[in-house]
């Protein structure tokens, strides 16, 4: 089975000290998710947080029935399920292995009891869930704001074509 990675080298735990990250390696269990197996569906239950060890994983949003569209390309380590700790716990996202992926997942019930016990690791591993999905959203604002002032450019001079816009926006989108 996969091997616990140094949580120190994933970006949402490498402010937490040692025996804060001693917490979530206890909690944690080992998972291999073959290439081309959906690790999260959009729209689905998202009922843990997956420390990704080793491998790849796409991110994919669904944008009109029948289409999806590649939000991201992320290669370990790192993680995936952490808006479903904050958030109800629906995936915002489909996550899907491009390669074999070794990963350890926590349970969101057990996070939420660490957070109701005053946990430091749990609130410090929140505050940098926060953080991370705060900055993601001004990347996405910012990528709004500017399409938006492309298509309207684009509409003054008589051009309709909101589907290349549109398209524009979604492949843009910062994850």
Known sequence: MPEMPDLSEVPIFEHLDEDERAEFEELSEPVRFEAGQRILEEGGPEER?????????????????GRRQLLATIEAPTVVGEMGLLT?????????????????????????????????????????????????????NETVAEVISRLENTAARGSEDIDVFRDQLIQEWSY
């Open 49 to 65: 947080l997956y420390v990704i060890t080793s491998g790849t994983v796409e991110v994919y949003k669904s944008v009109l029935p």
């Open 88 to 140: 109800e716990p629906r995936a915002a996202a489909s996550v899907e292995a491009m390669t074999m992926v070794e990963a350890h997942g926590v349970g969101r019930d057990r996070l939420l009891e660490m957070l109701d016990a005053d946990s430091p690791a749990a609130c410090k591993l929140v505050y940098e869930i926060g953080r991370t999905l705060a900055e993601r959203m001004a990347a996405t």
